[in-house]
DNA sequence: GCTACACTACACCGTGCAGTGTAGTTACGA
DNA sequence: TCGTAACTACACTGCACGGTGTAGTGTAGC
């Protein structure tokens, strides 16, 4: 398509692999693993079901393939809507807009229509699936990690009474995020977001505020 | 076995449905609803396939029936734990430690091994094979109602303050069940569930707490 | 033009499984 | 003792799907 510019080595490579890996992550997430036929995907990525199975060789390497890749990209995606709502602190006041400004964030744009939620269910439901070493490796341990870690500095700076950071953060997700991941999926379920995050994030402050 | 004492009539009709209800039970909520052969079940209930598929038309109206019956012993069960440790509240010292004993009553008995989470899992995976009332028709509404009405009567007592009952409740529940029903069933998870819950609870309790 | 390679189209195999049909066995009530 | 109903054992169908093998096509470098 756009002119190489470069080296077109492999460029096509690159292209299918990531096509494959799309419409697997997919198919997977809203229809589950086991109902989401390696033909769709061939089907629904554009490529033949030969390649599929060329590029990933069986249907669980694929799916390791698409845990790994969307873990990756909410990680990501959690770290830059701390850089861009929790780095630069400045007072007390903005603290609840701040956080709900972060929570939105993530929702919205990293998680997108429930992706993290779905994410979970397929982790848990094809655990057996999964190589035993990825399922336990990642546990979405790091993205609570770094929020952990801006909670801590919260603490020194006096804007959060977090003597247990990680915990903090723990319960910050559960009363914003995991209400919404959890609750979406279903048919007609229609909740307020906002509300949920605003009413979530001020809960969390009359827990974690000092004095 | 035991000697009936009373009419026998039907006796064994019921025990055999109960017998392919419980393990069409665990084992969709150990393996999943694909992975899950009604073979098996007719096995593992000690029935032959053809008295499976006599009672219950196919696996989807199984399904069915093994989430009605699910939701309603959870449901029956958080109303047990309600009563037993939650009508009669002393005084607001103690409050702290009637909300630990429920949560745990919940945690450990109703929901028993993350069976709950089990569900849940189930319910938003296999939600396009439930007729559609049935997967929005329950939701968990009727256990957080009972909760909310609780805490409505804590809150006309002066224990907690919460304007909104209901979603002190989905914050309370948030803070201490949902992190373990989620948290469970990945290999090497190993969490403190009295740890989780006693924090969770105080962390609600500051929250909630009047004044 | 030739070779090498990536890819497609397609046929194909084996298998597991939902669901059915049926003959035979057991138990029980009249 | 007979009839009836519940249940089992088992064979069987149809189908969807994971995975493979291969012949053929387009493309790029030499």
Redesign the interface.
């Known amino acids: 398509m756009a002119a190489p510019a470069g080296k077109s080595i492999r460029e096509g490579s690159a292209q299918k692999r990531s096509a494959i890996l799309l419409a697997a992550r997919a198919l997977f997430l809203s229809?589950?693993f086991?109902?989401t036929s390696m033909d769709l995907v061939a089907a629904e990525a554009g490529v033949s079901k030969r390649t599929v199975y060329d590029y990933y060789g069986d249907k669980r390497t694929l799916l390791a393939a698409v845990v790994d890749h969307t873990v990756e990209a909410l990680s990501t995606a959690v770290q830059r809507a701390i850089d861009e709502n929790l780095v630069v602190v400045p007072d007390a006041a903005q603290l609840e807009h701040a956080l709900v400004s972060f929570a939105e964030s993530i929702t919205v744009s990293a998680i997108g229509s429930s992706d993290y939620?779905a994410l979970?269910?397929l982790?848990?439901?094809e655990?057996?699936n999964l190589p035993?070493t990825r399922?336990?490796a990642w546990?979405a341990e790091e993205p609570e990690d770094a929020v952990a870690t801006r909670f801590a500095a919260f603490d020194r700076d006096g804007l959060l009474h977090a003597p247990?950071p990680r915990?903090a953060a723990?319960?910050f997700v559960?009363?914003t995020i995991?209400?919404l991941t959890?609750s979406l999926?279903?048919?007609?379920?229609e909740v307020d977001e906002h509300r949920v995050i605003v009413?979530?994030v001020r809960?969390?402050l009359?827990?974690?505020r000092p004095f």
């Open positions: 229809d589950g086991d109902r939620a979970m269910r982790l848990y439901t655990a057996t035993e399922s336990m546990n247990d915990l723990d319960h559960a009363l995991s209400p959890s999926g279903v048919v007609g379920a009413e979530g809960a969390f009359r827990a974690y």
